[in-house]
């Protein structure tokens, strides 16, 4: 079976609200040949002459007048399908948006991120997911809707990124601790039992490496997989936690940070997502959340 051409609703729309040729030739912006030309081929879709021949005028046939407002239905529905959306009703929003960050992040910006969709889109839910590695399949796939990290090489370029906020790296101890006392020396730092971050359980695979100087030896006395029980560990027992700065404030409260005896790159933390979600007015919304808070 042909397809039909669509194009043609809207000259019939057209058609039968003007019931001039010429007049509907200047909506569409075709000549009155062109016009008659489209009338014919809706005549032959259709199978019924539509617009006869009324003394100087045309007359809608019974078929015409019974479709006049099907084609007007038809044509509305359609510019409504392609047209962008300009407001977004937030509090009838039914959505689930499944964000991917570390779990410091979350500690920090969670609780006002849904606050803020408390009071403003209270039936959006968000799902946080751990950030178990850096593979960007999640996002690709749309099993992940949001994600924040530093960008690395290894990122899919096909992805939008947007900076938060810059960091770097401190150390954090007990109050007890040898080093809350302050003037900690590099010899210090290195020679202290340390808790390190690692997704795999590698100690070559910390995520503080890249961000500490290249032959650094560090003493690892236990590995885990998250900031949060990094600085849970330091906080019980007399371990070094080496963590960003920003975004785990609120998990060392009571608790010693100092900086870090040795030069130590500030990173940028990002916001990423694929190039499907970039227009969609419910996530564009989120984003914007999303970077307030951390701005």
Request: aromatic share 4%.
């Amino acid at each position: 079976m042909s397809t039909p051409d669509l194009n043609l609703l809207i000259a019939l729309d057209v058609l039968l609200e003007e019931g001039s040729v010429a007049r509907a030739a200047r909506r569409l912006r075709l000549s009155p040949s062109a016009a008659s030309r489209t009338l014919a081929r809706l005549r032959e879709a259709t199978g019924d002459p539509l617009l006869v021949r009324s003394g100087r005028g045309l007359t809608p046939t019974p078929r015409a007048q019974a479709l006049r407002a099907q084609a007007r239905g038809l044509v509305e529905a359609a510019q409504a399908v392609l047209r962008p959306v300009e407001q977004q009703d937030l509090a009838t929003l039914d959505r689930v948006f499944t964000l991917r960050v570390s779990d410091g992040f979350l500690e920090n910006f969670g609780p006002d991120l849904l606050a803020r969709l408390a009071r403003t889109a209270p039936r959006m839910r968000l799902n946080f997911l751990s950030k178990a590695d850096k593979d960007s399949s999640a996002l690709r796939e749309g099993r992940v809707d949001l994600e924040t990290g530093v960008i690395e090489a290894r990122t899919a370029p096909e992805l939008i990124s947007q900076a938060l906020f810059r960091d770097h790296l401190v150390g954090v101890v007990r109050a007890e601790h040898p080093l809350a006392a302050g003037d900690v020396s590099v010899a210090d730092y290195a020679q202290a039992r340390h808790v390190i971050v690692t997704r795999s359980g590698r100690d070559e695979d910390a995520v503080e490496t890249p961000f500490l100087p290249e032959g650094l030896t560090r003493r690892a006395a236990v590995a885990v997989g998250g900031f949060a029980a990094a600085v849970a560990l330091a906080r019980a027992a007399d371990l070094v936690a080496t963590v960003p700065d920003r975004h785990t404030a609120l998990l060392r409260e009571g608790m010693v940070s100092f900086r870090l005896p040795l030069a130590a790159p500030t990173f940028t933390v990002s916001m990423l997502w694929h190039p499907r979600l970039d227009t969609d007015p419910a996530h564009r919304w989120l984003r914007g959340c999303v970077r307030d808070l951390c701005g």
